[in-house]
């Protein structure tokens, strides 16, 4: 916001800069200083020039206890009402922070402003899409300056691709192509949504030009959104980094046990609704003060849920947030024992790990040797699925896949497909000789024989590309799997054989199903 009062003036207009907790203290003379000072005074003495407030923020306003209406009163004095009619005003909010009753009724109330129909539903979001629904209604007036004095709530969406190349560009990062690819390589378009995020994430590929494994993602992610305004906001009550991961890591694995997806959020500037989905962040947290479970929920690492109740901004957080906090515990007093019975248990006379907690157990898995050697042999599948294959060393990975095979090689299709960006995580040019061992270890079970052409295909692994051609031609072999090894074929630059399988298809057409073509 300084930035575009900057342009603004730049540009010839009267436009100012306040941060709104200084507003909530002091006139609007005395926070300007000696140059924008005398800008307002000379644009207050005007008659007819507008003038362009930008107001920061109504969430930091709250932080320090204070109130939008008195602020706004005080600027709205400040200004007169002569001046407050030729004054278009700008303020910023986080959605979670922004309350459609409270906070719109002080605007209204305080410039001014005509009352527009509450909003009854359920959710800030909702608050949000339906002001844009009624601003879009009244698009068609034929006066402008009609809709001059109306309250417009705006929201930032999520960036997509196209924006998201824009804004690494204009942050002058190497290689924007690179980037680009690698995101999609590395399944990060949840790290690249949000402004704050992306600069995150561009300054990690500019400084290693890479985005590093899965886990290294989502550290940082976490780090960055944990440390936000500790230097712009008040030092002294800003929480320190290792504070608040350790309130983080307590509310995850607390969502994670009760199975809720949500936590209320004890604070005064918001609503209080009960919700058998969402927990107590004052039970969880009973030994903080309300001041700093406050300040945690305001954090940026999490969002709005419903009123008065915020989440996790990404859900792959929780999962990673809760493991940490359990290899806390264990290496504190919690015995593998008790550790285990969370992940593994009994049913019908097999041993099987337990679902909502699967997510976890793939995590934690990656710094409990004993944790990751039991679900191996219970179920290996759920640490090539979940958490962070790649974070493993190639021999562990090795380990894993030779697990899976023994597990799975022999009956009939269990339904194990796996998402492309956990194969890719898990493959690596150094798995090889793996794959060819567990290939040639005779497997019944396409599923396994799947698994392997993918690794192949998304290694890439060139080493290989014998046995995806192999696959190719084998008209006895699931049309997946066969359409699989061709795609494995071209990304390990087999072109003459790619070319002979061309020949085959276009000189024996009648051979392959419709859908190849």
Not at 217 to 237: C, F, G, P, Y
Request: net charge negative; hydrophobic share 40%; glycine share 4%.
């Amino acid at each position: 916001m300084q930035e575009q009062a900057a342009a603004l003036c730049n540009s010839g207009k009267a436009a100012f800069f306040m941060p709104l907790e200084l507003l909530d203290d002091d006139p609007v003379s005395e926070i300007l200083g000696f140059d924008d000072g005398y800008r307002f005074e000379t644009w207050h003495n005007e008659e007819d020039t507008l003038g362009w407030f930008f107001l920061d923020s109504v969430d930091e306003l709250k932080i320090t206890h204070g109130t939008l209406q008195r602020a706004l009163s005080k600027f709205a004095t400040s200004l007169g009402r002569d001046a407050l009619r030729r004054a278009r005003i700008i303020l910023s909010c986080r959605p979670k922070d922004w309350s459609e009753t409270i906070d719109r009724g002080a605007v209204e109330r305080t410039i001014s402003l005509p009352p527009a129909p509450m909003f009854t539903g359920t959710s800030e979001e909702d608050a949000f899409v339906a002001t844009l629904h009624r601003d879009r209604d009244t698009g068609n007036r034929q006066d402008d300056e009609a809709d001059t004095d109306a309250l417009k709530i705006v929201m930032l969406l999520p960036l997509d691709r196209k924006r998201t190349r824009q804004f690494a560009e204009a942050r002058d990062i190497p290689d924007i192509d690179g980037f680009m690819d690698e995101v999609i390589r590395r399944n990060a378009d949840e790290f690249v949504k949000r402004p704050m995020d992306l600069i995150t994430i561009t300054d990690m590929w500019t400084t290693h030009r890479k985005l590093g494994t899965r886990r290294e993602q989502l550290d940082l992610n976490i780090q960055s959104n944990l440390v936000e305004d500790a230097e712009t906001l008040h030092q002294k009550e800003a929480l320190s980094v290792s504070r608040a991961r350790e309130g983080v890591n307590r509310i995850a694995l607390a969502m994670a046990l009760a199975k809720r997806s949500s936590i209320h959020a004890d604070a005064p500037s918001l609503t209080r609704r009960s919700s058998p989905s969402a927990l107590s962040a004052e039970a969880i947290l009973h030994d903080w003060g309300a001041a700093d479970r406050e300040r945690l929920l305001r954090l940026p690492i999490f969002d709005l849920a419903a009123i008065g109740q915020v989440r996790f901004h990404h859900r792959s957080i929780k999962d990673f947030l809760a493991a940490e906090r359990l290899h806390f515990l264990n290496q504190k007093n919690m015995s593998n024992r008790e550790l285990h019975r969370l992940f593994i248990a009994e049913a019908f006379g097999e041993t099987v790990t337990i679902p909502s907690m699967r997510g976890i157990a793939a995590w934690l898995s990656l710094k409990n040797d004993l944790l990751r050697s039991e679900i191996m042999r219970v179920s290996p599948q759920l640490l090539i699925a979940s958490g962070d294959p790649e974070a493993l060393p190639v021999h562990e990975r090795e380990a894993l896949l030779s697990a899976f095979a023994e597990a799975h090689g022999t009956g009939g299709w269990r339904g194990l497909g796996f998402d492309i960006t956990q194969l890719r995580r898990l493959s690596d040019p150094a798995m090889g000789s793996a794959v060819r061992k567990t290939w040639n270890a005779n497997h019944e079970n396409e599923e396994v024989l799947e698994l392997l052409v993918d690794m192949i295909w998304h290694g890439p692994l060139p080493d290989c590309a014998d046995l995806a051609e192999s696959v190719a031609f084998n008209s006895s072999i699931d049309e997946s799997t066969r359409c699989s090894a061709v795609r494995a074929l071209i990304a390990c630059g087999q072109r003459d054989t790619v070319r002979r399988f061309v020949d085959e298809v276009l000189i024996h057409p009648d051979r392959w199903v419709s859908r190849w073509f």
